[in-house]
């Protein structure tokens, strides 16, 4: 049986840093997002509405098809550690890991300054024009567009139900159940940017794995037993890791809207 924990963030947050890191070690396989809370998410909703279980409920069937998900899923791989990127401390999604994941789950979770993550996406928007949320903003029919063009995208970046969104939720619901006092790792972007070895360090005890003594000066994309991202179909090289040194990208010539700063600036704090 394959060890599994699991991995969620703020996009743009060193996910794929991380991951590509983690997997110098050939013992660990960190995923890229995989489609996993979706697989949950799709196996309840055939418990409400499809007509077809509702009018034959094979509950004890049904129910180890969704204990056995995650080790059948991961099963073909090779390596005996899985890290499971995804939406992992989403209501629903955190429900579905207690009653089918392992006993004592363990969550990484990347932060990152919402300023910073905003700019990081204004600056792959003005970079590709394929980029999705150049492609929104263009289908909007120009009548309804009441704002500048950067409010729009980052409204059409931070909307309801959207990734961002997503994790902004996750935060929260991390914080009210105090679920970082045991369950959940919070680790920082700028940690893991300007202390590497100290940040893996943690996790490792985190997750209580003996220590693997990365390098940090050599990166390459995640690829786990042959399966990469395909960024091509989002518009822009979302996951492209810089060669060399770890360094932290600051955009600080990038100007926001004030109300946009003052809605985010103190987002980590809370009582």
């Not at 090779?78 to 992992?88: L, M, S």
């Not at 693997?212 to 390459?220: E, G, P, Q, T, V």
Request: aromatic share 14%; net charge positive; glycine share 4%.
């Amino acid at each position: 049986m394959k060890q599994i924990h699991f991995l969620t963030g703020f996009p743009r947050s060193g996910n794929t840093l991380l991951a590509s890191i983690l997997n110098q070690n050939k013992n660990i396989a960190a995923t890229g997002h995989s489609t996993v809370t979706s697989m949950f998410y799709s196996l309840n909703e055939l418990k409400i509405n499809s007509p077809i279980y509702n009018n034959y409920k094979n509950y004890e069937c049904f129910e180890n098809v969704e204990k056995k998900l995650l080790q059948t899923h991961y099963a073909p791989w090779k390596q005996e550690i899985i890290i499971d990127r995804g939406e992992w401390c989403t209501p629903f999604n955190f429900l579905s890991l207690q009653k089918y994941g392992p006993s004592n789950p363990k969550i990484i979770f990347l932060l990152r300054d919402p300023l910073e993550i905003i700019k990081s996406y204004i600056k792959i928007w003005n970079n590709y024009e394929k980029f999705y949320i150049n492609q929104s903003y263009n289908s909007i029919d120009p009548t309804t567009i009441y704002f500048s063009e950067i409010e729009e995208k980052i409204n059409l970046l931070t909307e309801k139900n959207g990734l961002f969104d997503f994790m902004c939720m996750s935060y929260y619901f991390v914080i009210k159940n105090n679920l970082h006092k045991n369950i959940v790792k919070f680790i920082s972007y700028d940690d893991l940017c300007d202390k590497p070895e100290k940040t893996l360090k943690l996790i490792y005890k985190f997750l209580k794995i003996p220590y693997y003594k990365h390098i940090f000066k050599s990166k390459k994309v995640i690829d786990v037993n042959g399966v990469f991202y395909e960024d091509a179909i989002l518009g822009a090289p979302l996951h492209e890791l810089r060669p060399g040194k770890i360094k932290k990208i600051k955009n600080s010539d990038i100007q926001l809207p004030k109300h946009v700063i003052n809605k985010y600036k103190n987002f980590f704090k809370h009582d």
